[in-house]
């Protein structure tokens, strides 16, 4: 309660969406991830792909689980800035390190990609608002 009272306390921008919102986007995008990456860390056991194109992936689930802690735990709109780049770099690369080998990866991860290129800067402004 005293984060969500937190962070509705920030300047946000107008075109910030409303919090509900944030629930069922995850929901999808979680399944969505769950199915796509699963396959690449798969395909790396089975030593079908080289253990460096599952990089970005893990890469990516580290800064993307970090997130939360980040802005709601430590209230840090700074680090999660940092951190939600972070996502969106690991993503792009991981989504282009896939695209020769299982290009249906990268095509179900579009959704993904939009999302966190909003969010991105959606906490890029947020971040810059409430300096």
């Known amino acids: 309660m005293n984060n969500y009272n937190w962070y509705s306390q920030l300047t946000k921008p107008t075109w910030s969406p409303p919090s509900w919102i944030f629930g069922p986007v995850w929901t ?12 690449v860390f798969w395909l790396v056991f089975k030593k079908e792909l080289p253990w460096i194109i599952a990089l970005p992936f893990v890469l990516n689930l580290i800064f993307n689980f970090a997130f939360t802690p ?28 896939i695209y020769p080998h299982a290009r249906w990866i990268t095509y179900v991860n579009i959704p993904y990609l939009l999302w966190v290129t909003f969010a991105t800067v959606l906490q890029l402004t947020i971040t810059y608002l409430n300096r």
Request: hydrophobic letters at 70%; zero cysteines; proline letters at 0%.
């Open 28 to 39: 999808f995008l979680y399944a969505v991830i769950a199915v796509s990456f699963g396959k």
């Open 70 to 97: 980040l802005q709601f735990g430590l209230k840090n709109n700074l680090l999660a800035a940092i951190d939600i780049l972070l996502v969106l770099g690991t993503l792009i690369w991981a989504l282009i390190a």
